[in-house]
């Protein structure tokens, strides 16, 4: 973490993440674009995710998440920073000359190879079956069927645990802690996400959340009745209601919003704490 000299009251509490780790160029322009965020609006206009809007302007990085480019060496480049997730990302050059953004995990570094391959060897960043991989492996990258490309265990130092080979299925551990199994002939990469220490970082002050995109988020408390379900009152009063609400009226904590009848209940075999 890059700790920073108090200079002001915000300064002194703030904390980041160290990026001396990362190689310091410009993202690969042929790998980025331009694009408009929706700041929590859906396509009729109106704001489905409170508390969004603002920011600074960002360049998309096209990160490949389908690692077609099978049984073909790519050797790391550069390790970069990406506005648009948690995790760090790494520039690899395949031997056919193209270049693509991967997720970059931990202990990965400038000049390391890796492969994509039903044969390729069980080391960080290397992506193989999920039958390949032996038992108490760290995976990242996971796909829930095999060529759909990755969906499981994205985020900033995050990595699921190989626990069983069953057959057909995979037994995982998701960084959730539910249990679940996934399809042998699915692929995973070795490793944890990059950027541990995400979860440590200290935003320190306002102005810093409206440069990422977070806009101010007002107690249900201080508003009128119209306006949330804990509004209204002579001063500070208590909620009036048997559990908190959401802004609709709905209860808002302990409820379990997952589907009862999903299909992919029968691969869960322990769910998440809630």
Known sequence: MKIYRPTSPARRQMEYIDTGVLTKKDPEKALTHGFQRHVGRNNAGRITTRHKGGGVKRRFREVDFFYNKVNITGR???LEYDPNRSGFIALIQYRDGERRYVLAPQGLTRGSLIM???TAPIEIGNRTMLSRIPIGTMVYNIELERGRGATLVRSAGSGAVVMAQEGVETTLTLPSGEVRLISSNSFASIGA???PEHGLMTVGKAGRSRQMGIRPSVRGTAMNPRDHAHGGGEG????GRSA???PWGKI???VKTR???SASRLMIIKRRPS
Do not use: E, H, I, Y
């Open 236 to 239: 500070k009063t208590q909620l």
């Open 116 to 118: 994509t391959s039903d």
């Open 244 to 246: 908190p609400r959401t």
């Open 259 to 261: 589907r009862r009848f």
């Open 193 to 195: 996400v990059s950027n």
């Open 76 to 78: 790391v480049m550069a």
């Open 252 to 254: 808002a904590r302990g």
